[in-house]
T-cell receptor, first 114, second 109 residues
């Protein structure tokens, strides 16, 4: 299996632009998680889905952030409009079942907003 | 959210065992203990998890205290490739994992 695939690996954009990050979970996994990592705040859970349904989005910082999972093999995290403080590495992870199965992380998308 | 306490950093010599401690005094009876590690420029990687009994796998061993308020991740022979940030997490059955700051492990040749 190719593992969790995220794209793009790097994204540089200007403040105010829309940014879309993409994730393809491992086939057969039914839980998907979006995390953000910065030096100041470490790894933060933004949102997670179970069977394509958002279960907990309490970590989403504000309305500029939105996430969708239209089917079991694809999810997006969108920031509109982007701000410099959104600069971070964004990780997607998937797991086989929701209860205590290991999370498999992608290699992340490094976002820089200038 | 579930909180764990880990030392900020530890050092080890190559080829020697490493014991990484974690306190999780607020753990509930059904929470699992998970360990992940993050190598530079990579996403976190699953290491091991357990509930009450000690666990072993090809990467490491997990020793869980009898009262479950602490655990120790054991790397039996550290290599340079084991240099990483190690995260200890305890979670309910929601599957939601909240990462703390972790322990940065340095391995000296």
């Amino acid at each position: 299996d190719a593992g969790v695939i995220q794209s793009p690996r790097h994204e540089v954009t200007e403040m105010g632009q829309e940014v879309t990050l993409r994730c393809k979970p491992i086939s057969g996994h039914n839980s998907l998680f979006w995390y953000r990592q910065t030096m100041m705040r470490g790894l933060e859970l933004l949102i997670y889905f179970n069977n394509n349904v958002p279960i907990d989005d309490s970590g989403m910082p504000e309305d500029r952030f939105s996430a969708k999972m239209p089917n079991a093999s694809f999810s997006t995290l969108k920031i509109q409009p982007s701000e410099p403080r959104d600069s971070a590495v964004y990780f997607c992870a998937s797991s086989l079942t929701q209860n205590n199965s290991p999370l498999h992380f992608g290699n992340g998308t490094r976002l820089t907003v200038t | 959210d579930a909180k764990t306490t880990q030392p900020n950093s530890m050092e080890s010599n190559e080829e020697e065992p490493v014991h990484l401690p974690c306190n999780h005094s607020t753990i509930s009876g059904t929470d699992y203990i998970h360990w992940y590690r993050q190598l530079p420029s990579q996403g976190p990687e699953y290491v091991i998890h357990g509930l009450t009994s000690n666990v072993n796998n090809r990467m490491a061993s997990l020793a869980i205290a009898e009262d479950r308020k602490s655990s120790t991740l054991i790397l039996h022979r550290a290599t340079l490739r084991d240099a990483a940030v190690y995260y200890c997490i305890h979670s309910s059955n929601t599957g939601k994992l909240i990462f703390g700051q972790g322990t940065t492990l340095q391995v000296k040749p």
